[in-house]
């Protein structure tokens, strides 16, 4: 158990510039979660993939925001026409499929738009 | 919809001593679990400590335990023996069993101070 791994730590990008994120959850997990958290709040739920499949997505993904789960291991968050209002901090985190299984959490990305 | 609330922003206890979080939330749910996470900083969020909605009995690991009150919609953390270590944020969280994705939604969180 490697634990969840997102790169990179951290992105500094000009605004209107797009990028992407990655995350490798942990081998045997099929839950995948994205949250973002902004300086001094409460990470929020941004989108959540069962395998490939993209399940839920939060009002927060608005149409800049795009997510994938290729085969169901790996994911990636893209972000198009960044604005500095996407700066935070972007978190990964994946569970097993049991009910009472707890989310890992990776490092995050910090993103900062200038 | 479900909030959860956090209404301490910084807490500070000294070394050795005892100090409680307090957690309140919202729902229309009978059926969910909440969460305790702590977040040190610069590193992972982890799990400290997990309540289901459907067990009475408070939980507990080792110096961390919580006072799970149902009917207040109230989940508040108590640590024992403080350590230097336990400095960090704790967010409450809450999450319904059975449904789709059982996304987990987090207070605003409290920072807590360790004094040696």
């Known amino acids: 158990d490697t634990g969840v791994s997102q790169n990179p730590r951290h992105k500094i990008t000009k605004r209107g510039q797009n990028v992407t994120f990655r995350c490798d959850p942990i081998?045997?997990?099929?839950?995948l979660y994205w949250y973002r958290q902004t300086l001094g709040q409460g990470p929020e739920f941004l989108t959540y993939?069962?395998?490939?499949?993209?399940?839920?997505k939060s009002r927060l993904l608005s149409d800049r925001f795009s997510a994938e789960r290729p085969k169901g291991s790996f994911s990636t968050l893209e972000i198009q026409r960044t604005e500095q209002g996407d700066s935070a901090m972007y978190l990964c985190?994946?569970?097993?499929?049991?009910?009472?299984?707890?989310?890992?959490f990776g490092n995050g990305t910090r993103l900062t738009v200038t | 919809a479900q909030t959860v609330t956090q209404s301490q922003p910084e807490m500070s206890v000294q070394e050795a001593e005892t100090v409680t979080l307090s957690c309140t939330y919202d729902?229309?749910?009978?059926?969910?679990?909440l969460f305790w996470y702590k977040q040190p900083p610069s590193r992972q969020m982890i799990l400290v400590i997990r309540?289901?909605?459907?067990?009475?009995q408070n939980a507990t690991e080792n110096r961390f335990s919580v006072n799970f009150q149902k009917a207040a919609k109230s989940f508040s953390l108590k640590i024992s023996d403080s350590q230097l270590g336990d400095a960090a944020m704790y967010f409450c969280?809450?999450?319904?069993?059975?449904?789709?994705?059982?996304?987990?939604?987090f207070g605003g969180g409290t920072r807590l101070m360790v004094k040696p």
């Open positions: 969280a809450y999450r319904i069993r059975f449904v789709s994705g059982n996304m987990l939604t």
């Open positions: 081998s045997e997990h099929n839950r």
């Open positions: 729902t229309s749910e009978s059926d969910y679990y």
């Open positions: 985190a994946s569970r097993s499929g049991q009910g009472h299984s707890p989310l890992h």
């Open positions: 993939f069962q395998n490939e499949a993209q399940l839920e």
């Open positions: 309540q289901e909605a459907y067990k009475q």
